[in-house]
């Protein structure tokens, strides 16, 4: 069974930083692409970043390119996402999740298979 446990949501002033991180069970992390989404009150969920199973590349939404950066450290088994000018927008619940086996970056939430609990991100204005 994997289990995904996500840390370090919080209030944050607009403009502020947060960094996510993710912790991962099971013995196949370093072989699987991970990721985050998010989602907020009354909407979809949606694709925030994710991360090649090799560390090797990232895939970012636009409206977080420049902002927000993905990574990986596979010796914690361990997935993070820095979070920078945060805007009152990128209020929402953060899901880390994980990916295809050996996997290129993807953005469809019906190509994750696992999903953490959530941690939820509130910018204030």
Known sequence: QVQLIESGGGLVQAGGSLRLSCA????????????????????????VATIR????????????KGRFT?????????VYLQMNSLKFE?????YCVRGPLF??????PRDVDYWGQ??????SS
Do not use: L
Request: proline share 2%; charged share 25%; hydrophobic share 30%.
């Open 103 to 108: 996997g290129d970056t993807w953005s469809r």
């Open 53 to 64: 199973w090799s560390g090797e590349g990232a895939s970012y939404a636009d409206s977080v």
């Open 70 to 78: 993905i990574s990986r450290d596979d010796a914690k088994n361990t």
């Open 24 to 47: 991962a069970s099971g013995r196949t992390f370093t072989q699987h692409a991970m990721g985050w989404f998010r989602q907020a009150p009354g909407k979809e969920r949606e694709f």
């Open 90 to 94: 990128d209020t929402a619940v953060y």
């Open 118 to 123: 959530g941690t939820q991100v509130t910018v």
